[in-house]
């Protein structure tokens, strides 16, 4: 069923992500400075669920997506709405529809500067910053540390150890998100002992590649998970989100020519999101902003 909100001067409508033309949702991110693609934005309708606003017209004025992993957690993303809709309340309007489709599950979002407010008066509790690391890679490396393992290209038929991996870094299974990524993705494993340590993914994404995620218990597995993509994309544009402030991982990427371009904020709702320990797997690379 429609939902109508009246803002002001004019009214908006929500309706189903999917039914929205995908032009106009690209031109959406556009208007904010988002590299996002058409063919980016059809990847996150596979992978989650959303609403848009729009008008009588047909103009798309805002959107929100949520990213359904398991039955109680979800991450939310690409919150988008217009500087006229924005300023009259059409962001906390999608939020909070998109909040009750959610129901009991636990959250996570990484929020822009701009959104915080909002993010913070819905209940939304800070975790930790996300460096947007992006920029050419150099032709070559710099020096790195000995390599503890063996890497190796990973085909989409052997998923399930890097999901069980995966599921122990995250804190929740994303199964489904992973094998939709793995379709488009050139996948690297880590092995140590005959066992699967860490993992790094790259694609296709907006101005260029985004690698991630990246799964590894420490910085050195972390740099060469990175690196094994870095060494095929040099001259290109990459991009790597990551939580990582400081230490040899972040300074690596900085070699690399992947300085930070901004920041965003980690929020939860509900549980605690981020539980790092000593010597576990870790998430050094997200997925996505969206996706985390």
Known sequence: MERSVRLKSFELVARDINDADVELLHALSISVGWPHRPKDWDFLRRVGRGLVAVDGIGRVFGSAMW????????TIGVVITTPRAQAQGG????????????????????????????????????????????????????????????????????????TALDARAFGTNRERLLALLSAGATICTLSRGGEIVGYSMRREFGRGHVIGPIVARNDEDAVHLTAVHLRDLSGRFVRVDTREKDGMFAEFLQQSGL??????????????FLNRETGESWIYGLAGHALS
């Open 67 to 74: 990213f359904p992993h398991g039955d109680d957690f979800a």
């Open 91 to 162: 962001g906390r309007w999608l939020m909070e529809q998109v909040l009750e489709q959610c129901g009991d599950r636990n959250l996570a979002l990484n929020a822009t500067h701009a959104a915080y407010p909002l993010y913070v008066s819905l209940g939304f509790t800070t975790e930790a910053i996300v460096y947007m690391r992006q920029g050419e890679v150099p032709q070559t490396l710099s020096t790195m540390p000995a390599l503890d393992g063996e890497l190796q290209a990973q085909s989409m038929d052997g998923l399930e150890e890097i």
């Open 259 to 272: 300085g930070v371009a901004e920041t965003v904020t980690t929020m939860s709702k509900g549980r605690r």
